[in-house]
């Protein structure tokens, strides 16, 4: 394929796309809104990115302004905690990765891009549905071709949607979407003197929270904090996103207690919507990526390894060809979407309350048990297949998908220590014993204040 391609959007999915289509010599412009937030979430890469990030030559300038990660943990109220360290497996996977500061990453890609020729459009980009032209269903309007410096004849050959959550093209043509059953909405802020409880370095902490959980992810000068929740149980916290960001730490035992003496240093952001694919990945003359496409629940950090995976996907199976065919797209679909319900199968183990049940079996096979014995043999085996299905080397391996499945089924089989571990998704766990949800957290609210 060599004439123009027209990606909009100058995110990790954007900037990766253009970098390697510039390797390939095919021409492409960026259309680049410049929104310059002090925060965006996506600030925990799994172990998976690295071969991307040193593909792109920028890993020692990520490297420079990020924290070095060595793993993740997740903790409960009760006192259960579970740990995963990453490990080697083969040359091309370290065994860490990084926290980001994502303004800071976003800018690196944006450069490597530069130095590579690509071209950026510094304006927001405006699509209309194709009338005219039976070739494609989506252009851009005479506002941005012409902004773009082409005139009207001028459309790219093929317009690809890096627009993230925005989903640009999808809205314009109303493609359908499939969601995933969470209704959650998330807060999230920057923090100095705010604990993290990190058992290795750079270790990201997910604490259960009663309607969701919280990440702590520690970056070089400060600490990520953000929580993700049911919308309808976000407003019984306050009004705005400040107050319910501050009431949620309050309220949550072992968050107060890392947060005592915290001093927000950011705005609070808020996102809403989860877990959600476009039915349709492309079209007559465009085509849909990372986050555009699809983006998975962020629980264990997959969106920006996914977003950059897909652009090398795109390369791989369409770019690669010099006359593309649908069959060509539909693999790049089909491979991104295997991806998407990869990540989408892994997390329930945690929402479903399973992994920190297998984590406290764990905990008792390594304090208790003799030598020699199975479970002792067992465990460091089963251990590694979740932390390589959690660093997304693995995530897609249908062997060790199983080897979950199995496992999560013989060893966490107490259905009241799953059910004491469940995220729940609504507020249906009020039903289950706790008191009116309002006056609890009212009271945790005064108790605190
Ligand atoms: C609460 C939450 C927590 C998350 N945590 C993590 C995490 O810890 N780790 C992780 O890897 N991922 C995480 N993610 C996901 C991650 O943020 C995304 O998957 C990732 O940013 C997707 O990259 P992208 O390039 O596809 O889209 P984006 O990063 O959204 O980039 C899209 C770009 O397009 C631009 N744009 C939009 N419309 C236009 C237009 N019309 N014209 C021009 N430009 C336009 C936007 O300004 C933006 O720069 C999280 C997501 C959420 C919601």
């Not at 069959?327 to 997390?347: G, Q, S, T």
């Not at 249908?398 to 966490?412: D, P, R, T, Y």
Request: charged content about 25%; some cysteine; hydrophobic content about 35%.
């Amino acid at each position: 394929m060599k004439s123009l391609i027209g990606i909009i959007g100058a995110g990790p999915a954007g900037c990766a796309l253009a970098c390697f289509l510039k390797e390939k010599n095919i021409d492409c412009i960026v259309f680049d809104e410049q929104q310059t937030p002090d925060i965006i979430v996506g600030e925990s890469l799994t172990p998976a990115i690295i071969p991307l990030l040193r593909r792109l030559k920028i890993e020692n300038r990520v490297a420079e302004v990020s924290q070095l990660k060595q793993g993740a943990g997740i903790r409960h109220n009760n006192g259960n905690r579970v740990n995963f360290r990453f490990r080697h497996f083969g040359k091309k996977y370290p065994d860490y990765s990084y926290n980001i500061p994502r303004p800071k990453f976003d800018g690196i890609m944006r450069e490597r891009a530069k130095e590579l020729g690509v071209r950026f459009i510094n304006c927001r980009a405006r699509v209309e549905t194709s009338i005219n032209d039976s070739n494609r269903d989506i252009q851009l309007t005479d506002e941005t071709i012409a902004q773009a410096g082409l005139t009207r004849d001028q459309q790219p050959s093929l317009l690809v949607d890096a627009s993230g959550r925005t989903r640009l093209f999808s809205k314009a043509l109303k493609i359908p979407y499939t969601r995933g059953t969470r209704n959650d909405v998330s807060y999230f802020a920057h923090y100095e003197n705010f604990e993290c409880p990190s058992v290795s370095t750079g270790q990201v902490i997910l604490t259960v929270l009663e309607s969701g959980w919280s990440w702590q992810i520690p970056l070089k000068d400060r600490i990520s904090v953000g929580v993700v929740l049911n919308k309808t149980a976000a407003k019984h916290y306050g009004k705005s996103s400040e107050e319910r960001l501050e009431n949620i730490i309050n309220t949550d035992a072992l968050l107060a207690k890392d947060g005592e003496k915290r001093q927000r240093i950011s705005p609070v952001k808020s996102y809403q919507n989860y877990q959600l694919i476009s039915e349709k990945g492309y079209g007559k003359g465009w085509v849909l990526l990372g986050d555009a496409f699809g983006f998975v629940d962020p629980m264990l950090s997959p969106g920006v390894h996914m977003s950059m995976t897909s652009a090398e996907l795109l390369e791989k199976f369409v770019f690669n060809k010099s006359s593309p065919t649908t069959k060509d797209f539909d693999k790049y679909c089909d491979e991104y979407k295997k991806w998407y319900y990869a990540w989408e199968y892994l997390v329930q183990f945690f929402y479903n309350g399973r992994m920190l049940s297998m984590g406290e079996v764990r905990t008792k096979i390594q304090n208790n048990s003799a030598l020699f014995s199975i479970p002792k043999l067992v465990e460091p085996y089963v251990s590694r297949v979740l932390t390589l299905l959690m660093s997304g080397i693995k995530t897609r391996s249908k062997l060790n998908q199983k080897i979950l499945f199995h496992s999560s089924q013989q060893v966490a089989n107490d259905p009241d220590r799953i059910a004491a571990h469940t995220i729940h998704s609504s507020l249906d766990n009020i039903k289950h014993g706790m008191l009116e949800k309002k006056d609890v957290i009212a009271n945790n609210i005064k108790k605190t204040a």
